[in-house]
């Protein structure tokens, strides 16, 4: 998000941080941790980045709030990447996105009043005149991040859509604790409450990287246990 920030120009002008900027490392510093050598300011807010662990830094929106195109740190990186031989996607996180994202700043105006200056910005990052700067990023290579919703809202309804199969959360990975086959089958026999059978898969909550190989071979083992009883009862 904070590349973001910088890539439309949306920067807080407590900051002092001037439109044509190069962007180094003490300009990156000052809104993301409040201070660098040479400055100091209210950093940028930190906050969830929606229901995860993972965090951003808050943009902040003004009524006279404009958006030059900024620094292009984003396709440098992209370039350098690309000439190791690594082939990589910038990903642009959407104008609809960053502005519910964000925090606006002040009473009397709607966030959606910035729009159409930000998608004046957006719309020069793909540009001829932002192209011949970037020639070495092609038309598809760009990824732009739309907005999804919130899903504590979207949940009931969620299980309404068409879909395939289901992951079903069985394994938090953020504990050491391995849950029995006899858990996971209550867990699995909650899901299939509400989904059809035929529909569930049976996963951790995410990825088993943060953990060792003895828990994870042991929380695979009993998830399969699980799956196999499930399949050999009647649900």
């Known amino acids: 998000m904070l590349d ?13 941080i001037a439109e044509n900027k190069k962007l180094d490392i003490e300009t ?12 100091e300011a209210p950093a940028l807010e930190m906050t969830k980045w929606f229901d995860t662990n993972y965090h951003y830094l808050v943009p902040e929106w003004t009524s006279n709030a404009h958006f030059p195109l900024g620094d292009t740190k984003l396709f440098n990186e992209f370039k350098e990447a690309k000439d190791l031989g690594v082939r990589t996607v910038p990903k642009l ?22 729009l159409p200056g930000l998608l004046k910005t957006y719309t020069k990052i793909r540009n001829e005149e932002v192209r011949e700067r970037l020639k070495h990023v092609a038309e598809e290579d760009f990824q732009r ?9 979207t949940q009931r309804k ?6 395939s199969p289901t992951t079903t959360g069985v394994r938090d990975i953020h504990s050491p604790r391995i849950p029995s086959a006899d858990e996971i089958t209550g867990q699995l026999r909650s899901a299939a409450k509400v989904l059809p059978p035929e529909n569930i898969w049976v996963n951790p909550d995410c990825g088993l990287k ?14 399969v246990a699980a799956a196999k009883k499930m399949r050999g009862a009647e649900i």
Do not use: C, Q, V
């Open 28 to 39: 990156y510093f000052l809104p993301a941790r409040g201070k660098n050598r040479n400055a």
């Open 4 to 16: 973001m920030i910088f890539l439309t120009g949306a920067i807080p002008s407590r900051f002092g």
């Open 145 to 153: 991040h739309s907005p999804f919703p919130e899903r504590r809202e």
């Open 158 to 163: 969620a299980l309404d859509l068409p879909m």
């Open 210 to 223: 943060t953990r060792d190989w003895p828990e994870t071979t042991a929380s695979l083992k009993n998830m």
């Open 93 to 114: 996180i959407g104008p609809l996105t960053s502005l519910f994202l964000g925090k606006r700043k002040g009473h009397g105006f709607s966030r959606l009043e910035l």
